[in-house]
């Protein structure tokens, strides 16, 4: 079967989102509201929602409580180039499976709508433990970009992880 004819079959996925972030809270954080609306606009349910530090261990406590109920991960925000930006190194090293073909269409994307900083973003996304996991960047324009890749392929995604497992 083609990649057509997996887009014909629809999956509503739990999908949850951590924003990662120095300056951001609950009440401030316009990505992460942009990011929930994507979800549910998309016909898929929002399964947790945090924001944490820019700090590994808050991170990854916050992914792998999420991965818990969740079929997919929204991270965003921590993964540029600054001392600050820790996301990528903390997540992608515990990726069973990096697609870093999501990456490179984002910042070609961002290339067409920013020019050349798009450079300077180091998104990604990756399988941990059957789950679907995406870093983002944190700016509001970034997570829109993001999101009109994610959600052409999450469900295609989601299906190529469990076809084999006969839960389809």
Same mark, same amino acid.
């Given at each position: 079967?083609?990649?057509?004819?997996?887009? %014909?079959?629809?999956?509503?996925?739990?999908?949850?989102?951590?924003?990662? &972030? &120095?300056?951001?809270? @609950?009440?401030?954080?316009?990505?992460?509201?942009?990011?929930?609306?994507?979800?549910?606009?998309?016909?898929?349910?929002?399964?947790?929602?945090?924001?944490?530090?820019?700090?590994?261990?808050?991170?990854?406590?916050? /992914? #792998?409580? =999420?991965?818990? $109920?969740?079929?997919? +991960?929204?991270?965003?925000?921590?993964?540029?180039?600054?001392?600050?930006? !820790?996301?990528?190194? $903390? !997540?992608?090293? +515990?990726?069973? %499976?990096?697609? +870093?073909?999501?990456?490179?269409?984002? @910042? /070609?994307?961002?290339?067409?709508?920013?020019?050349?900083?798009? =450079? =300077?973003? @180091?998104?990604?996304?990756?399988?941990?433990?059957?789950?679907? +996991?995406?870093?983002?960047?944190? &700016?509001?324009? *970034?997570?829109?970009? *993001? $999101?009109? /890749?994610? #959600?052409?392929?999450?469900?295609? =995604?989601?299906?190529? /992880?469990?076809?084999?497992?006969?839960?389809?």
């Amino acid at each position: 079967m083609g990649h057509k004819e997996h887009k %014909k079959h629809r999956y509503s996925l739990n999908v949850g989102v951590i924003t990662v &972030s &120095s300056t951001r809270d @609950r009440e401030n954080d316009v990505s992460g509201a942009i990011l929930k609306d994507k979800i549910t606009g998309h016909g898929h349910s929002v399964c947790g929602y945090e924001v944490v530090k820019d700090d590994k261990l808050e991170i990854l406590s916050a /992914l #792998f409580n =999420m991965l818990k $109920s969740c079929d997919a +991960v929204i991270v965003n925000g921590g993964t540029g180039i600054s001392r600050k930006d !820790v996301t990528y190194d $903390s !997540v992608v090293s +515990v990726f069973d %499976k990096e697609l +870093v073909g999501f990456g490179e269409l984002f @910042r /070609l994307k961002s290339y067409e709508e920013i020019g050349t900083p798009a =450079m =300077m973003s @180091r998104a990604t996304a990756g399988v941990v433990a059957g789950k679907i +996991v995406f870093l983002t960047p944190g &700016s509001p324009g *970034a997570v829109c970009t *993001a $999101s009109e /890749l994610i #959600f052409a392929e999450i469900e295609h =995604m989601w299906y190529e /992880l469990h076809k084999e497992k006969g839960t389809i």
